[in-house]
Structure formats: C-alpha cells, structure tokens
C-alpha cells in the first residue's frame, strides 16, 4: 500500500552540487510528474512523463533533468544546485489512461541550497 | 503559465461553522480538482470535477464546477478541528495548474 514514495525527505546542498530525487509509484500508473512547492504558493509542473522512455517539460523545467527508463521510476536530477531551487519537490502519478486522471502525490523531499 | 487565485487567503473559524471558499481564473479549464495538504505530507485529492455545472460531495465536502468553466467552489460544513490545513484547487488545459492555496485554521 506504499503509493508514491520519494527519497530523501529532507536534503542540504551547497551551492553547485548535484543531486538527484528520487520518485517511485507501485500503482501501475504510466503517468508521472515532478512539481515544486515554494512556500505560500502553489504547486508548479517541472517535468512530466506519459511512460517509459517519453518526458515533456512543463512550467518551470530550467535547471532540471528527469529520465524515465521504467514505468514505476522518475528521478529528477539537480545538476548545478542553485539557491533558488530550494524548495519542496512533489513526485505525483496518475491512473493510466491520460493526463485528465487526478494525480496521487508522494509526501515531498524538503530542499535546501546553500 | 495560467493564474489560479484561491479566495479567502486563509480563514480562522469556530468549530462547527460552514466554510466557503473558491477558485478563480481568466482562463477555462476542462477539469477542476481539489485537494488538501496537510503539514509534511503532500496533497490529498479530495474532489475531482469533470463537467461545467457538475456538483459533487465527498462526505461534509461539496465543490462546483463553474458555468463559466472559469472558476469553481469548494463547502465544508460543520467544520471540526481535523479540517485543518491547506486546501488547493487545480484546473486542467494541457496541464494542471495549482492556486495558491486557502490555509484554514478550526478552532475547538
């Protein structure tokens, strides 16, 4: 009954490092997607993916990479972190058939860049 | 990217009272949802809306879908103290988009 889970929850970086978050659902679901949640704000698309093998951008993509070679795996990769990439990052997923479906949210990897 | 503006910003309430609360856009939206986020975990759909007009209930919960496809409502009646927390609309064209939230405090 795990759902989405996403690794780590919390994490320091300096300004500079790599990093990369992780995201897996269990729930056969071919849609995925990465958002950021900066404080007293909404959530804003980074990337999304409709299956393995297919990413697209979404709102906010710059500064970010994601691959997606299984259906239940989407990590996002930090390859410059930056001070305004500190933020909460959600994975979510959605049921199969489309991105209509609403989405199942992890619990959020908490970042902060120094 | 599109402007989703949550209405109230956040609300102090009674235990027990009825909440109102809604989602606003100058855009139309093909679905409306929403959901609530409680501290350190990420958010729960609550009610998801698929036709312009359509009223849905989840429990104490209602939401509309707008006429206008441009906004949507969410009620809570009766409130009580496990209400609390931040609800968020989102509306879907292409992608979903999210409002800033309605952060809502019950007081026992």
């Known amino acids: 009954n795990a759902g989405v889970t996403q690794t780590p929850k919390f994490r320091i970086l300096k300004i500079g490092q790599s990093m990369t978050l992780q995201c897996a659902q269990d729930?056969?679901?071919?849609?995925m997607y990465w958002y950021r949640q900066d404080p007293g704000m909404g959530l804003k698309l980074i990337y999304y993916?409709?299956?393995?093998?297919?990413?697209d951008k979404g709102e906010v993509p710059n500064g970010y990479n994601v691959s997606r070679s299984t259906t239940e795996d989407f990590p996002l990769r930090l390859e410059l972190a930056a001070p305004s990439q500190t933020s909460v990052y959600f994975c979510?997923?959605?049921?199969?058939?489309?991105?209509?479906?609403?989405?199942?949210f992890g619990d959020g990897t908490r970042l902060s860049i120094l | 990217g599109q402007q989703l503006n949550q209405s109230p910003q956040s609300m102090f309430i009674q235990e027990g009272e009825d909440v109102s609360m809604n989602c606003t856009s100058s855009s139309i939206f093909n679905t409306w949802l929403w959901y609530k986020q409680e501290p350190g975990e990420g958010p729960v759909l609550l009610i998801a809306?698929?036709?312009?007009?359509e009223l849905t209930s989840n429990g104490r919960l209602t939401a509309q879908f707008g006429i206008t496809r441009k906004d949507s409502f969410l009620n809570i009646s009766a409130s009580i103290p496990s209400d609390v927390g931040i609800y968020f609309c989102?509306?879907?064209?292409?992608?979903?988009?999210f409002g800033t939230g309605t952060s809502l405090t019950v007081i026992p």
């Open positions: 993916s409709v299956g393995a093998g297919i990413t």
């Open positions: 809306l698929y036709k312009a007009g």
């Open positions: 989102a509306g879907l064209v292409n992608q979903f988009y």
């Open positions: 729930m056969n679901h071919n849609y």
């Open positions: 979510a997923s959605s049921y199969p058939g489309g991105v209509v479906q609403p989405q199942h």
